[in-house]
């Protein structure tokens, strides 16, 4: 008998728990949850494996568990079921927790531009398209089609290496910011890092700036890490001046610039789990992370700051409750899959060429 979320909805998130990990317990190996970083503690806590994307992915790939519950948002779910084995099922809890980032490029867009790129150059033979991984499905396959790739922020920089070493020019989509930022570390000037605005005929670039561009980044971005500006580390270190700074680099440029360190989620924790004890840090990235970080290193005397003095956490993220986590794995006790994603095959062809692709560089 399947259960229906209603039956969820006013349960408090104790009693949740108690259920989860009863359905947990009768599931054993058969299911495994994933939470990402950015999940609310709520439902964090009751992750097997937590990670960033990159980590989350590699997870899946090579995951024995029948069912993979994948507590993020719908393009991480995606590439579970890119990468997993056929006979295995990725659910996701909530089918509402999308990315805003995601939804800012889309295959009619990014293909409109591929064709309007192609009336200036030769953008099959002189372009790799590079998707963030924070894009639909549809869209790493579009990358596969065209011999193109996969990035995440942990490895943004040996993604770019690989497609310089094919092509001359990329094409980013759809942050721009951890493009300007990865390209400009290696090197790039800005001037030749230009921005395609797909509401624009051509981008709203001139054939020249398209011609003398090394880098095509798409207009968009994270609304989480566009809250945070440089004028709150130039107002944070008047009053400590020992601060260290660490950015996600899906942060706009200025921040990046003027931070000690830049890097995903995972390089964030780890660069400040392992910091000397007694230091201070100002973090940019999402609030729920940064919070998990400030409560477990404040034993070492490490003091860790919010950049934003406003609440920025991913919204879509925290959709994922403990009440959908509890209803999705009672229903697989029952023996009935709720909200399962599946790429079509197509699709899950040339978008697993993609990952592949970038998978093959570690």
């Given at each position: 008998m399947a259960f229906a979320i209603q039956d969820y909805s006013l349960l408090s998130d104790e009693e949740c728990d108690q259920r989860i990990q009863a359905a947990k317990e009768k599931l054993a190996e058969r299911c495994v949850i994933l939470g990402h970083h950015y999940q609310r503690n709520e439902v964090f806590k009751h992750a097997d494996v937590s990670g960033d994307s990159l980590k989350l992915s590699s997870?899946?790939?090579?995951?024995?568990?029948?069912?993979?519950?994948?507590?993020?948002?719908?393009?991480?779910?995606?590439?579970?079921?890119?990468?997993?084995?056929?006979?295995?099922?990725?659910?996701?809890?909530?089918?509402?927790?999308?990315?805003?980032?995601?939804?800012?490029?889309?295959?009619?867009?990014?293909?409109?531009?591929?064709?309007?790129?192609?009336?200036?150059?030769?953008?099959?033979?002189?372009?790799?398209?590079?998707?963030?991984?924070?894009?639909?499905?549809?869209?790493?396959?579009?990358?596969?089609?065209?011999?193109?790739?996969?990035?995440?922020?942990?490895?943004?920089?040996?993604?770019?290496?690989?497609?310089?070493?094919?092509?001359?020019?990329?094409?980013?989509?759809?942050?721009?910011?951890?493009g300007r930022n990865t390209g400009y570390r290696m090197g790039i000037p800005l001037e030749e890092m230009v921005v395609w605005d797909f509401n624009q005929p051509m981008g709203g670039l001139t054939k020249e700036q398209i011609q003398n561009a090394k880098m095509i980044l798409w207009k968009g971005f994270c609304s989480v890490h566009q809250m945070f500006q440089s004028k709150q580390i130039d107002d944070f270190k008047k009053k400590h001046p020992e601060t260290i700074i660490i950015a996600h680099p899906e942060a706009n440029f200025e921040v990046c610039e003027q931070a000690d360190y830049v890097g995903s989620t995972e390089m964030i924790l780890k660069t400040v789990r392992e910091a000397k004890p007694n230091t201070r840090w100002l973090v940019a990235t999402e609030l729920n992370l940064v919070n998990r970080l400030k409560e477990e290193v404040k034993g070492q005397g490490k003091q860790v700051h919010f950049m934003s003095p406003t609440v920025a956490m991913c919204s879509t993220m925290f959709r994922t409750d403990p009440q959908h986590l509890a209803w999705v794995l009672e229903n697989l006790v029952e023996g009935t899959v709720v909200n399962q994603i599946q790429v079509n095959d197509d699709d899950k062809q040339m978008a697993k060429k993609a990952l592949e692709n970038m998978l093959s560089l570690f």
């Open positions: 997870y899946a790939a090579n995951s024995e568990a029948e069912y993979i519950v994948f507590c993020g948002v719908h393009f991480m779910a995606e590439v579970s079921d890119i990468l997993s084995r056929p006979e295995q099922i990725t659910i996701l809890p909530d089918l509402a927790a999308g990315c805003s980032m995601a939804d800012m490029a889309n295959r009619v867009n990014v293909e409109r531009s591929w064709n309007e790129l192609n009336s200036i150059i030769n953008a099959d033979e002189q372009v790799t398209p590079v998707t963030y991984i924070n894009s639909a499905a549809d869209l790493k396959a579009f990358c596969g089609r065209h011999d193109g790739i996969v990035c995440t922020s942990s490895n943004a920089k040996q993604v770019l290496d690989w497609c310089f070493e094919k092509r001359e020019k990329i094409l980013f989509f759809p942050d721009e910011h951890l």
